[in-house]
């Protein structure tokens, strides 16, 4: 029901944007997250956005590089990555929650497969 894509290799300062195509249910009342897990670390929050607002919700790792956009005709969120850094290298989940603290992996339900990020210096 959520298909990450558009993961790849990138250099140091690239940009990159991932893809999260939603089907098969609504979620018009779900907020959208992206996080991110790296090898032996935590799966940390990356940006959130709900269906019903253009309020996105940004983590430490996304300030000021990145952005997060919903197209609701296409039913897919965006996550626009610009100066990646290798530290960005990580596993990159997209996924739909109905919780109200939008940062915790607890409050989402659904999540896509993951896509590869890899961003070399």
């Known amino acids: 029901q959520l298909q990450a894509s558009g993961g790849g290799l990138a250099q140091a300062g690239g940009s990159l944007r991932l893809s999260c195509a939603v089907s098969?249910?609504?979620?018009?009342?779900?907020?959208m997250g992206w996080f991110r897990q790296a090898p032996g670390k935590e799966r940390e929050f990356v940006a959130a956005?709900?269906?019903?607002?253009?309020?996105?919700y940004y983590g430490d790792p996304a300030k000021g590089r990145f952005t997060i956009a919903r197209d609701n005709a296409k039913n897919t969120v965006y996550l626009q990555m610009n100066r990646l850094k290798p530290e960005d290298t990580a596993v990159y989940y997209c996924?739909?929650?109905?919780?109200?603290?939008?940062?915790?992996?607890?409050?989402?339900?659904?999540w896509g497969q993951g896509t590869q990020v890899t961003v070399s210096s």
């Open positions: 098969g249910r609504t979620f018009s009342d779900y907020v």
């Open positions: 996924a739909a929650g109905l919780a109200d603290v939008v940062v915790l992996i607890t409050s989402y339900d659904y």
């Open positions: 956005i709900r269906w019903s607002s253009n309020s996105p």
